[in-house]
């Protein structure tokens, strides 16, 4: 199975998650550290808001939902995602704004 490198910019670490994983998984890679923070997990709660800095093409797209949420939480752009909602499928590099 591939393997996509995840560099979380804000906190100067990097990860190495399987294709089609949910980014939200490097929480157990990061040793209990909360790298990004969670609440819902379901994309109700905007706790995990990410910037995505390089490949917007290597993530599942945004749904109709999660874009209307981002917007009611005030952030326009296709950049803005919540990662909960994120399945990695290539090379990303993210900043943690929630
Ligand atoms: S954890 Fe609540 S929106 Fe992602």
Not at 3 to 28: A, G, M, R, Y
Not at 43 to 54: N, P, Q, T, Y
Request: charged fraction near 25%.
């Amino acid at each position: 199975m591939a393997l996509h490198k995840l560099t979380v910019v804000s906190h100067e670490i990097e990860f190495q998650l399987p294709s089609n994983s949910p980014i939200t998984d490097i929480e157990w890679e990061a040793g209990g550290k909360n790298v990004i923070p969670l609440g819902c997990r379901v994309g109700a709660c905007g706790a995990c808001l990410i910037k995505v800095k390089v490949g917007f093409d290597a993530l599942n797209p945004r749904n109709d939902d999660e874009e209307a949420f981002i917007e009611l939480l005030g952030y326009s752009g296709e950049e803005y995602r919540l990662a909960c909602q994120c399945l990695i499928r290539g090379e990303l590099a993210i900043e943690v704004i929630g």
